[in-house]
Each structure stands twice: as structure tokens, then as C-alpha cells.
């Protein structure tokens, strides 16, 4: 799945978890499918509020993993922190991914970067 996301088009969140879903329904179980809307869902919102251009995203899915990337044009690296409890729901996007995919990480990129998390899942996600 590739899908090229327009600058500050929050709408267009939306339409990358339903593109994901539909990639993962088919053999993936539901908290896998979840957790895989939540982080691309996080990435995707960090990429068009913190950078002054859109996104590409990509995901795929093999036999032993699924793997999504968000490519942008800013190579400012995303930290992620543990956010207080005066931070309302702000601050947590990044440290969701660290808690919840098996890894991830920030690989710069010509001008910007690409933000990834893989999960994880041997015959789960075959």
C-alpha cells in the first residue's frame, strides 16, 4: 500500500487507516489491525502538523511482518518523551509507537526522513 498524503489534509488520516485495514483484514487478527491503525494513524498526524509539506506512506505486509513508513521533507528528528499529565492527549504519538511496535525508527532521507515501525507477528500475519 502507497498513499501520497497533501499538505495539512487531516482528512486524509482517515483514508490511509481505512487502506491499512483493508491490507491487514484479511489474515491479520483484530488487536493487530488495531494497533497497526493506531501508530500509522500517529505518524501520519505527526507528519502534517510538524512539517510545512505533505507525506508519502507506504506499508507492507510479508509472511513474518508488517512494516510502515512515513516519509517526509523535514530532517528535523522526532523525539519521543513521556508526556505528564498537563499535556491533555499532546506528546503521546511518538511514545506510543516505542511502547507498541516491535521496533521502529527514524532514517534520514535526502532533505527529510522517513519515521518506521515494524510489528512483529511469525504465522499471525502470514
Request: proline share 6%.
Amino acid at each position: 500500500m502507497t498513499r501520497t498524503v497533501r499538505r495539512a489534509d487531516l482528512r486524509a488520516v482517515g483514508e490511509v487507516r481505512r487502506s491499512l485495514r483493508e491490507l491487514l483484514r484479511p489474515g491479520c487478527p483484530g488487536d493487530v489491525v488495531d494497533v497497526a491503525e493506531l501508530l500509522t494513524t500517529e505518524l501520519v498526524t505527526n507528519a502534517l502538523v510538524h512539517t510545512d509539506q505533505g507525506a508519502e506512506v507506504s506499508a507492507v505486509l510479508d509472511a513474518s511482518r508488517l512494516r510502515v513508513e512515513v516519509r517526509d521533507h523535514t530532517s528535523r528528528k522526532p523525539r519521543p518523551y513521556v508526556p505528564n499529565a498537563d499535556d491533555g492527549t499532546h506528546g503521546r504519538g511518538l511514545f506510543l509507537v516505542e511502547q507498541l511496535a516491535d521496533s521502529w525508527g527514524v532514517d534520514p532521507l535526502g532533505g527529510g526522513k522517513v519515521v518506521w515501525f515494524e510489528i512483529d507477528g511469525g504465522p499471525v500475519l502470514s
